[in-house]
């Protein structure tokens, strides 16, 4: 991260400079400290520039002139989401920073830092990914501006864009340029994005189309919301490597072209990757606890990808579909370095990847054919093709708990509950050893009508669920409880449907505090619907609360028994004609207001 310690290494000049929004953590858990290794495993020199003051160019020379590229990442998580609430409030945390310290990156960090740069050195090429870059190469609505932005590669003067995880991007772009190749070359790697002249686009259109599609422009998804709507569902329908094509956007002054995705990491090179000799401490130049750190220090990554497919998520669009797993040697392997890290109090307080227990699932036609396009794996039901025995998954967490030093592996969240459901013996395995206590699941909502529109499981599944749940617990004689996180506001979604809600929740006990709006972020499809109002997978207009006020309401039905929310439930009962619902009987949710209180 400085130079002296470039210098200790017998380094002169370095070949990376990676710069990003998060603080320097070296653990495989934060992109930065992945990307760090892996590039430093083949033989190049890395440095790190971690939170940058970012009103002069002062921290972007700190560590001179990389002899072939800065990489640039806004950090773990997009900086709009790390700067703000879904309400559009200034946060007053951010995980990824010493001492939990807001305003430590700028909005927008990659245009950003990218501009930064192109200020300190002109000349050197700029290659950006993370998942903030990774989820705006296209034209995309910006919740927090409330309007379609371009992609991010058109708004910076940034090279090449990488998306996905960028291991083996990366690794490429490295060694091209490190052989003299000029990164305005660089055209043809997979899982990249790349700038082509309006002019050349024009020349070489009729050829470039053979292999690669052409989505409406950011003007044409800019004026118009159906042509918007298409535009992702052909974006989505391209996210595979084995089938996918290339993509070309126009922009006014720029042509955005995205080459197919890069294929997973196997076994053997995902293995490699999590085996790198990360320290799992952040940087010892801080002098606060970095909060994220905490939570993840003692945990471990087993899998990539998600075929959940759920609406309100990008893990699909980021990671994939297909699951890539780790083999069970290297994470026993991880698992014993964990032993030795000071403070380890022998709980592994995180088994997992996207989800808990997708570990070793896997179609058979992924590798030769692809993931389908006409239907998702795991909605409206489990297609017969996907092989989702937890077998390998409890056979891991059995010879993890048999480790000497190793008390505890816990698996406190993450848990796709409609494939547990498969399993018997995986969920007496889950509530056996691997529960601390409470067990946090997301059925998100509980009316199927919302929940379809999220493609997530009906009800009757988490019923279903939570049923054989405490049927299990109450055999071990064990007090273990159900944790339900629910979303309020969901494309879809509307007042009576927060009505209904609120009902079952009363009627069944399920009364939570982990409740939460929905955020619209970058390239999901549920961003999709709340903007233009269009299910683009069935181009049917659908139902969107837009206004704070609405979302407000939507959010309070969730927690109607908080004093806080009670005019908010009695302005939505009153709207919604549902007067029933107040006052002192039994069903009712609320009181009936003092005098004028209702008109305030």
Known sequence: MDLKEA????????????????????????????????????????????????????????????????????????????????SQRLRHEDAYSPGNRPGMRPNRATIVFSNRLREAYPDVPQVMGGIEASLRRFAQYDYWSDKVRQSVLADTPADLLVYGMGELQLLQIAERLDKGVSVKDITDIDGTVWKMEVKIWKEKKEEMLKNNIEIPSYTEVLHDKTLYSKAFKLTLDEQDPVRGRGIVQVHPKTVIVQNKPMRPLNENELDHVYELPYTRNAHPSYKEPIPALDMARFSIT??????????????????????????IGSIMREAEKIKKIKGFKGIINGLGGPSANM?????????????????????????PSLNTSHEKLIELMRRLREIPGISKVFVGYGVRYDLALLDEQYME??????????????????????????????????EKFEQKYKE???KLDKDQYLVAFLMSSHPGCTLNNMIEMAEYIRDTGRYTEQV??????????????????????????????????????????????DSQNQMLVYEGLKRANRPDLIGNSWNCLIRRPPRGKGRQ
């Open 302 to 327: 087993t899998h990539r990808g998600c075929f959940g497919s759920c609406s309100f998520c990008a893990i699909t669009l980021h990671q994939g579909r297909a699951i890539s797993s780790r083999s």
């Open 359 to 383: 570990y070793g699932m896997k179609c058979e036609k992924w590798e030769k054919r692809g993931t389908c396009t006409d239907k998702l794996c795991i909605f409206p039901k489990i297609c």
């Open 429 to 462: 395995e889950l509530c056996t050893y691997h529960v601390s206590g409470q067990l946090k699941v997301a059925p998100e909502h509980y009316c199927n009508t919302v929940t379809d529109t999220m493609k997530k499981p009906r009800r009757e599944v988490f």
């Open 516 to 561: 939460q709006d929905f955020t619209p972020t970058p390239m999901t499809a549920a961003t999709c619907m709340f903007h233009t109002g269009i299910d683009p997978f069935t181009g049917n207009e659908i139902y969107v609360a837009t206004s704070r006020k609405d979302k407000m309401i939507q959010r309070a039905f969730l927690r109607y028994k």
């Open 7 to 86: 210098q200790q290494r017998g380094w002169e000049e370095l070949d990376v400079v990676i710069v990003t929004g998060d603080a320097y953590v070296d653990h495989p858990g934060f992109g930065t400290a992945i990307i760090g290794r892996v590039l430093e495993d083949a033989g190049y020199r890395v440095g790190i520039i971690a939170q940058p003051k970012w009103n002069s160019i002062e921290d972007f020379k700190k560590l001179g002139k990389p002899r072939l590229f800065f990489a640039i990442s806004g950090g773990n998580t997009d900086s709009m989401v790390s700067n703000y609430t879904p």
């Open 472 to 474: 299990i617990n109450r």
